[in-house]
Nanobody, 122 residues
Framework: QVQLVESGGGLVQAGGSLRLSCAAS????????MAWFRQAAGQEREFVAA????????YYADSVKGRFTISRGNAKNTVYLQMNSLKPEDTAVYYC???????????????WGQGTQVTVSS
């Protein structure tokens, strides 16, 4: 069984910063990519950022490029999302996920965390 646990969400004012963390545990085999998705109330889940096993490849949604940075811990089973210059439209539940390859497509991700709420006030 694979578990992903997110942390670091909260309430922040517009222009502020938050750092999300996600730790993976359990029976994950091989080199896996990790990613962040988000889902705002009443909207579909959308891609935010992804990172390869080595950390050498990263993808970002256009809406967060230049403001968010995805990274992996040295142990490879942890992924971070540094979010700067936050906007009210970044308000959503943020999910981390794992996949066998680096992708922007949610269908490629097979394990998901429970999510952490990020709320940005104006």
């Amino acid at each position: 069984q694979v578990q992903l646990v997110e942390s670091g969400g909260g309430l922040v004012q517009a222009g502020g910063s938050l750092r999300l963390s996600c730790a993976a545990s359990g029976r994950i085999f091989g080199n896996y990519a990790m990613a962040w998705f988000r889902q705002a109330a009443g909207q579909e889940r959308e891609f935010v950022a992804a990172i390869s096993w080595s950390g050498g490849t990263t993808y970002y949604a256009d809406s967060v490029k230049g403001r968010f940075t995805i990274s992996r811990g040295n142990a490879k089973n942890t992924v971070y999302l540094q979010m700067n210059s936050l906007k009210p439209e970044d308000t959503a539940v943020y999910y981390c996920a794992t996949a066998s390859r680096t992708s922007r497509r949610s269908d490629d991700y097979n394990y998901w965390g429970q999510g952490t709420q990020v709320t940005v006030s104006s």
